[in-house]
């Protein structure tokens, strides 16, 4: 008898580890700034390069996962985010440049952040789980609470302890991949498709019905990511709260209500219509931006950031969800792919708010107007997919 439960508890310590290497390094970008003396133009480029990183291991893996194997290439993936958060603490100092010690770090976790993302879904998928859109919901769920973790923890921790410890953090947190090397070694892992009967990218790209999914995850990313990056900046502009505060208000309880959606749909969802609740969501994601860009009064737009997070819980994973039932033979491809879109939406959608932000003399609501475009396109795919069949 195979212990499926094992598989699962794998995959949600994957995405804990993912939003630790996503989340952490970022709270030290001035503490970087400060301490190496490196200029906030570089510190930009960490973000550029683990994002960049996430985006070609996706194109990688719809090509060649399937011939490596799914076993090698998550397990790979920990030792990868072991490996890249215990040289975020240490080849700083090793290396002649702190800044390209930092850098190489960063690009070794983002592989494994990017292995992650691609293949936890369909091996959870793969395996035979009753209601499979709830339990893809509740997997996703993990993202949101290990950024809550690494938000909470990381604040805890400099408090106690002061920002110089944040080396003795770093390794801490490796032992959570570290540990789930093990896990993935020994755990059941299942395909979605039989050897060669998968879709290729090239018969995927010719259904016009999977480029709508595509887009679908470009503003899912976009709209998550535009809202959770710019929410600690609104709480300090527009509240006037010191940093901590806005931290713990904005992308913090953003990524508790994203995982309180998550989790009721992954509680509940036998019971709801995975297409339903995602336009409804769409809907209340649009009226969280009106909220949040055109608001006079601080704690409605406060109100906008923080609500958002449960309007786009359900997106990534739902999309990935209702493709897997629209393209059945999907496979590993279909997975990297979307991943793909889903990553270059959160690359390009901060992007833009801030870009707008910037030539509007640093209003993050005229930001956050233009960024309204993501939700309601959104909005489309969404009726769209759930209304489309597939021949």
């Known amino acids: 008898m195979k212990n499926y439960k094992k598989t699962k508890i794998a995959c949600y310590l994957g995405f804990i580890t993912q939003a630790i290497v996503a989340n952490f390094a970022p709270l030290l970008f001035l503490k970087f700034h400060n301490d190496y003396n490196i200029s906030l133009g570089n510190i930009a480029l960490i973000s550029t390069f683990f994002f960049l990183t996430q985006l070609l291991v996706d194109l990688f893996c719809a090509k060649f996962v399937d011939r490596i194997g799914y076993r090698t290439c998550i397990v790979a993936s920990e030792v990868c985010s072991a490996l890249g958060l215990i040289g975020l603490a240490f080849l700083p100092d090793l290396l002649p440049s702190p800044f390209a010690g930092i850098i190489l770090s960063v690009i070794v976790y983002a592989i494994g952040s990017g292995l992650i993302e691609v293949l936890c879904s369909p091996i959870v998928e793969a395996c035979p789980f009753e209601n499979k859109e709830a339990t893809m919901s509740l997997l996703h769920s993990f993202y949101c609470w290990g950024c809550v973790g690494t938000i909470l923890l990381s604040t805890i921790f400099f408090f106690i302890f002061g920002m110089d410890s944040w080396k003795y953090l770093a390794v801490i947190f490796a032992i959570i991949p570290a540990v789930n090397i093990f896990n993935f070694a020994t755990c059941p892992i299942e395909h979605l498709v039989e050897d060669g009967n998968g879709m290729g990218i090239k018969e995927l790209c010719k259904t016009p019905l999977f480029w709508v999914a595509i ?142 932000t910037q030539f509007a003399g640093d209003n993050i609501q005229t930001g956050l107007r233009v960024g309204m475009v993501f939700p309601l396109i959104l909005l489309l795919m969404v009726i769209i997919m759930d209304k489309s069949k597939v021949k």
């Open 215 to 356: 887009i679908l995850m470009i503003c899912s990313g976009a709209s998550e990511l535009s809202m959770a990056q710019w929410a600690s900046a609104y709480v300090e502009a527009a509240l006037k709260l010191p940093k901590s505060v806005g931290d713990l208000a904005g992308p913090c309880m953003f990524a508790v209500t994203m995982g309180i959606s998550r989790v009721i749909y992954g509680k509940f969802g036998e019971k709801m219509k995975l297409g339903r609740f995602m336009i409804l969501s769409g809907i209340l994601c649009l009226i969280c931006y009106a909220f949040a860009s055109f608001s006079i009064i601080p704690a409605m737009g406060l109100a906008g950031c923080v609500i958002c997070g449960f309007s786009v819980g359900i997106m990534w994973p739902g999309t990935l969800s209702i493709s897997s039932k629209k393209f059945p033979r999907g496979g590993t491809a279909m997975f990297a792919l979307l991943a793909m879109a889903g990553d270059l939406g959160g690359s390009i959608g901060p992007g833009i708010v801030g870009r707008v």
